[in-house]
């Protein structure tokens, strides 16, 4: 099985981390291949970049099609992702969904503890489509710049363990450590975190091989079936073909 | 004062429309400008749409800014609106929510009423995502096919007005005639419709003046201050000025 | 077209205020007439006065009929609104719907900033009466006593401001400054304010304007038809004419 | 132990009901004392009529202070039920409040079934109003005219016994006969009802004879201790009087 | 009347002071009786000892059907009280539900004050579950161990008090002394308590009380009636019995 | 890694059916070991059942500490399963919780179709147990008896392919076949349903695989850290070991 991590920023490092995080979780027979966003910003943190950059995103998927079996957004706040569902016929999951999903399953609310209070708006709005706002407690975000996206997550890590004790206390059961860039944060520091720490892009590449092993179809029908064919003018061309064809 | 209708979609005959359908409403001193979308698709209708249409509308608000005090986000479920609100520091509206906004003071619980079955879900994720949906009655969609898109308003009158009667017998105290293609529908429907029945542009166009005459000021704080000035790779020349520069 | 202001309070000041505030904001063309409650108490501030003053306003507006072509109901808290609604042949607004309608389109999340503890229960109850409490950061009141009710606007108003400071930093992307002895206020404020700061009687007006411009009608069906005749007691002569005869 | 029904509409009929329905279920030593309201209309059943009623019932209350225990707002709906709470000393109950605080433990969803259409929405509000929507069925109301309100209850007992299997149907656990003049027919007809049914006016003077034996004080703190004493214009003596006071 | 006080706790001191907290409050006629769980634990804190402790209680019951009118689950939590609810043919309360039921008919919110942090999981998931969460305001508890179970309503009383303090300024109108072992307290130091204090066993016996004079049948629809009677092994034998039979 | 496929149910059949299921699912490297309750009834189909079903799952994980990486709850409603998480060290996850988990993530809304209405209001409790009403579009159950358990699904296939159309016709995305003796239908009816059709124990495998491959610590704050060590009386050997015992 092949699984697409699709990074809707335009730093590939974080691409190369996203996958080398993930690389050990998989089973035996997963490859990961990870895909950077040609155009955009370096890292989504407004709901305006996250709208660009969900666009993108769309784009990156269709000229792909046929070389993966599953895909991952690869961007705490999932842009593009409902796009994404509709348009493919694989499987799509979020780093943000992946990792909610999973945390249901360790306790009963989640923090999402995350690098930088630019985020906190587009993080919770994520949490309230996804109608989990009951189970989580809230987003905690670092209150201080940090140097560079590539280092945020040795600069910050003692100040991020701070801010899940404070998740915890005010009641999380697990956290959730939010952020593209924090990839393999959660494996280093969990030791110091008193609740379990989830890592979103591991959640994800889990959760994408678990919808894959459920061998559950294309929907015909639903919100998700296809939308139908429309013509389009100016858009990328294999977003436009996707767009423009029938469903099988 | 002069508002600003964008159509995110790429049909210049349902911009036209709209702005001959709030012109009667404004305020004597109001100015009403459309906007086309420049690529994208005719009408929009998923979710895939949406994100790409979002992220062109946000191009077409940057190229002009300065040259309005208002801006209506002119396709009902409002595609980029968060961000526009971020990136611009005059008003937007967006139909759906303008529409809304109106007929909770009309009613306990309000419907929408459109035109095509495909609209359902993100209409209904709309509603949901303002927090409205314990204010809502439903979305009723009529279940045949029409003909072409600038007819549809005419095509389907009947056909709405007994969706709309059925509406209100499923507890809708307002019906909102959503979509734009059904700009102007309401006036001349409104009499054989038992309850009050809200035409989104007419909407968007009164609350973009309220907005305005309230005087608000951009936020420098809360989730819709300017987000920190970010460079880009690759977008619309005015959207990547307006994402790198400093608020002022 | 005329708008009646109608304060359920016996504050003539008030009432004059009021109109003052709004006058400015609204189109050529609207004229403002005020009215005040004949008797009640100076300032509504609990369930119990709020179940009176809506009372008296029923009066107030039935004795009225004819003379308007829509309602403002005067107070934060909007007693009587419901039953106006359905009495009426023209739109009726109130202050706090019209005030929290407006903010739903400058941010995710309003705080209601005002001048007394003891409006708290009341304002907070609204908010939950028209399902909008996850739209609210909640409401911020002054924790010290005021000199008198026509001057409170000014010997409040550094309090208020540091208030609304306070709300912004809860999670509040625009403040509501309620109550109506605070008419004016915000225009006064606004620059010390970083979100936007809404007068709920100009919104209440503006919204008011909005409803007329968009020609709804009175609803024959839903739950603000007008009721069923009915016969009653003891009731002031307008009102009781007013619930005894049929709808036209 | 007194408690007192005040009926806050104009029908002694009812009133004598109540209070026959709820004296056999009394314990030894509660005496039951009727009350009907000298003005208004013979019964409520609008948003209008019960702004009008709550506030007679305020009247009706403080008239009668010192000479009861607890009191029960006889009138399902519950109007005037929070500035009761508000301005007396003693425990107040209202119909509506006391069925479904019954209900809650009997099943999951309890309906409420009433004798008129036009109570909807009423109800529905009152039921939104306590925050007891997850827990509702819905309201089921007869579809048909009644003859006059002291018959009703014979005349619609069919019907209404009808309506409950329907309410059983759509998933209620628990059926709630709603409508003072309905009191009394819970007895009547509980076999034929698949589950619980409750008599609202039982369930009041119950849950007000719990509230005297759990002995609990009048709150000094918290949104129902008494209002600050204020001066007032117009009102009725005995309601004037103890606004105006100062609480002990 | 008859009315069980099942203890699913182990711990017969706690059972008598049950009894003896509730005697005074019951109505002339009212006849208590006591039963203290066979096995378990001391008293229930966690998840796990909730299950336990709920089906032992379902086998305490099923050993004594025939001997009593109404039955009270006496732990606060409630456990197995759904289960009771479907096997017996009488009412059947839990002490926390009916705390709150009464605390519905006290103020807006209330809050659940308690001896043990481990507890507060557990109630918080009670409150939850019985959808009340909107008018709850949160579960306060004691930050500091206990000496012995039987001597913590005197060592904590004043601690105790004082949170109820903190509980009212965060937004109760109610205050509940939950946990079996704190019966009686609430008479102690009600009026130490700004709001109204409920001692949950009080409640229970009311609304037990409450539930029989309602007359209310078992039953035979709804998600109450008795389910299928089915075969089972290695069950206690009253319990097995109860299962396998079918409903008169 | 070895997972435990713990089923509360005391029918062998069905333990090795949902052991089969899995199977071919998990990766390379897992093992599934199954266990069979002791005591208890043939499947679980009340809340009764279920409290008593969920003390047996205590004991059956207890007596079998150390033996497994994971364990699954296995039947639908997921009963004990709270508890679990609080005594294992180990990652435990319910049929109804994984299944649910992986709907999140196919579609906006799920449907729960299961084999007898008796089932109704169990599954109905336990999505609102974990906050998801909001996402699921109802519990859809047979309603015509089944011959015997073990071949209820081959009986039963064609009525739920029926059910599950239904389920979509009314909003859902994803269809999950509740029930452990529904194991194994997903995949041979999956080409007859238009949506998603998840099959709860391969949800549960991929979930726990997911859950060990995140490397998730057992937490020692929070809700589900282990509780504080308790005596007992009367209980199963290993569970009051268990509970006894203090966290290492």
């Known amino acids: ?8 920023n335009t730093t590939e490092a974080v691409t190369r981390r996203l996958v080398e995080t993930a690389a050990p979780a998989v089973a035996a027979g997963t490859e990961l291949v990870g895909a950077t966003a040609p155009r955009g910003v370096p890292y989504i943190a407004s709901r305006a970049e996250a709208q660009i950059g969900g666009a993108v995103l769309l784009e990156m998927l269709c000229e792909r099609i046929g070389t993966f079996d599953a895909a991952v957004v690869a961007a705490f706040g999932d842009p593009g992702l409902g796009g994404a569902r509709e348009l493919l016929d694989v499987p799509v999951v979020g780093l943000a969904e992946a990792a909610m999903a999973s945390a249901l399953m360790l306790g009963r609310r989640f923090a999402v503890v995350t690098f930088a209070v630019a985020l906190e708006a587009w993080y919770a709005e994520t949490i309230e489509a996804y109608a989990l706002a009951t189970r989580s407690a809230g987003v905690f975000c670092a209150d201080r710049p940090f140097t560079d996206l590539e280092g945020v997550r040795e600069e910050m890590a003692d100040h991020l363990v701070a801010l899940a004790g404070r998740a915890v206390a005010a009641g999380a059961d ?12 959660a494996a280093r520091v969990h030791d110091r975190i008193p609740v379990p720490a989830v890592d979103p892009v591991v959640a994800a590449v889990k ?5 894959v092993a459920l061998g559950v ?3 015909v029908a639903g919100t998700f079936r296809r939308p139908p064919p429309k013509r ?3 858009l990328a061309d294999a977003l436009a073909r996707r767009i423009g064809e029938n469903a099988p």
């Not at 092949?2 to 809707?8: C, G, H, T, W």
């Open 232 to 234: 389009s003018t100016g």
């Open 207 to 211: 959760q994408a091989e678990a919808l």
């Open 1 to 8: 099985m092949r699984i697409l991590i699709a990074n809707p």
């Open 217 to 219: 179809r294309k929907p």
């Open 174 to 185: 697990t956290v959730i450590l939010g952020g593209a860039p924090l990839a393999g944060l």
